[in-house]
C-alpha cells in the first residue's frame, strides 16, 4: 500500500521557518517526482517544489525560490521541505504529492500527480 504521511506543521511567527517531512511507504522512491503542493485558505492548489531522488534536480515556484529547499533521505524513504523567511502568505496545507516518471513540466500540472498525503497545515501569524 502506498503511504505519504506529513508531519512538521505549526503556527511560527513571520520571519521563521520550519521542516516539514514526509515520510513515504509502498513505493520504489527513485521512481517517481517528489512534489510539495500547498493550499492556501479558499485557493487552489499551488505547486511549490520538486525533485528527482536519485539526481540533484531541484525545482521551485517563483514565490518560495531562495527560502524553500527541498531534499530527500532515500535511505529513509524520507522528503523534506525546509521552510525560511516564512510570510504571512505561506499560510495553507502542505501536501506531499508524488508523480511516476514524471518529467519537469509535470510538477505543475495537479492531476498528473498519482499518489497525495493528507497534509499538514502552516500557519504564518504574529
Known amino acids: 500500500e502506498v503511504q505519504l504521511v506529513e508531519s512538521g506543521g505549526g503556527l511560527v511567527q513571520p520571519g521563521g521557518s520550519l521542516r516539514l517531512s514526509c515520510a513515504t511507504s509502498?513505493?520504489?522512491?527513485?521512481?517517481?517526482?517528489m512534489s510539495w503542493v500547498r493550499q492556501a485558505p479558499g485557493k487552489g492548489l499551488e505547486w511549490v517544489s520538486s525533485?528527482?531522488?536519485?539526481?540533484?534536480?531541484?525545482y521551485y515556484a517563483d514565490s518560495v525560490k531562495g527560502r524553500f529547499t527541498i531534499s530527500t533521505d532515500n535511505a529513509k524513504n524520507m522528503v523534506y521541505l525546509q521552510l525560511a523567511g516564512l510570510k504571512p502568505e505561506d499560510t495553507g496545507v502542505y501536501y506531499c504529492?508524488?508523480?511516476?516518471?514524471?518529467?519537469?513540466?509535470?510538477?505543475?500540472?495537479?492531476?498528473?500527480?498519482?499518489?497525495w498525503g493528507q497534509g499538514t497545515q502552516v500557519t504564518v501569524s504574529s
Open positions: 504529492a508524488s508523480a511516476y516518471s514524471a518529467i519537469e513540466s509535470d510538477f505543475r500540472d495537479e492531476r498528473r500527480y498519482d499518489y
Open positions: 509502498g513505493f520504489t522512491l527513485s521512481d517517481y517526482g
Open positions: 525533485l528527482y531522488s536519485h539526481i540533484t534536480n531541484t
